[in-house]
């Protein structure tokens, strides 16, 4: 079983950045394919980004790529999100997900289904 606790949301104007942490709990948490969703008020829950168990594995939605950037740390249980440049239309509860057991690749890894175990969300709200 997996635990996830995000943090590091906040109030931030546009242009400005946040970065976003995902503790997760378990000694399995190298194998499991991380990913940040987040889910606007009103809208469904949207594919953010994902790493798999290598850092360089990784894969963006369109929307922040160039913007983003999701990394992990093995030795500390935790995913990052690095997010810069933001835009009022970034506002949303942010959400980590843990997929097991996944050593292949992560691009198409984006639908909520896929993935076995979520934390409780962060809010992000930028100010325009």
């Known amino acids: 079983q997996v635990q996830l606790v995000e943090s590091g949301g906040g109030l931030v104007q546009a242009g400005g950045s946040l970065r976003l942490s995902c503790a997760a709990s378990g000694r399995t948490f190298s194998s499991h394919a991380m990913a940040w969703f987040r889910q606007a008020p009103g809208k469904e829950r949207e594919f953010v980004a994902a790493?798999?168990?290598?850092?360089?594995?990784?894969f963006y939605a369109d929307s922040v790529k160039g913007r983003f950037t999701i990394s992990r740390d093995n030795a500390k249980n935790t995913v990052y999100m690095q997010m810069n440049s933001l835009k009022p239309e970034d506002t949303a509860v942010y959400y980590c997900?843990?997929?097991?057991?996944?050593?292949?690749?992560?691009?198409?890894?984006?639908?909520?289904?896929?993935?076995?175990?979520w934390g409780q969300g962060t809010q992000v709200t930028v100010s325009s």
């Open positions: 790493i798999g168990w290598a850092a360089s594995n990784t």
């Open positions: 997900a843990a997929k097991g057991a996944w050593f292949g690749m992560v691009r198409g890894l984006a639908r909520t289904e896929e993935y076995d175990h």
